[in-house]
């Protein structure tokens, strides 16, 4: 069983970076992918960004690419995301997931692929 926190969520003013964590428990291998995902109020939870926890391409969601970056910290067993530009309509409720399995990157944008899910982190961005 593979436990998952977020933090570094917050209140910013658009134009702001912040930069999101999620530490797991264990149980995590190179070819475990690890994801961020966000949902809005009223709208379906959507994909960000995900790659394997041992290295490669990350894969982005045109909505973020080029703002956005995933990156590791493997000493912390961590994850981050470090978000700049930050604009109104990326006020979300974050979510990092995991899943455990080797997956191809093709599936990687799909909810149902993830094991582990956590309780989320949330980023409100103003005008």
């Known amino acids: 069983q593979v436990q998952l926190a977020e933090s570094g969520g917050g209140f910013v003013q658009a134009g702001d970076s912040l930069t999101l964590s999620c530490v797991h428990s264990?149980?995590?291998?190179?070819?475990?992918?690890m994801a961020w995902f966000r949902q809005a109020p009223g709208k379906e939870r959507e994909f960000v960004a995900a790659?394997?926890?041992?290295?490669?391409?990350?894969v982005y969601s045109d909505s973020v690419k080029g703002r956005f970056t995933w990156s590791r910290d493997a000493a912390k067993n961590t994850i981050n995301l470090q978000m700049n530009n930050l604009q109104p309509e990326d006020t979300c409720l974050y979510y990092c997931?995991?899943?455990?399995?080797?997956?191809?990157?093709?599936?990687?944008?799909?909810?149902?692929?993830?094991?582990?899910w956590g309780q989320g982190t949330q980023v409100s961005v103003s005008s």
């Open positions: 997931a995991a899943r455990s399995q080797r997956v191809i990157v093709g599936h990687w944008r799909r909810q149902d692929v993830y094991d582990y």
């Open positions: 264990g149980g995590i291998t190179r070819d475990s992918v």
């Open positions: 790659r394997t926890w041992g290295g490669g391409s990350t």
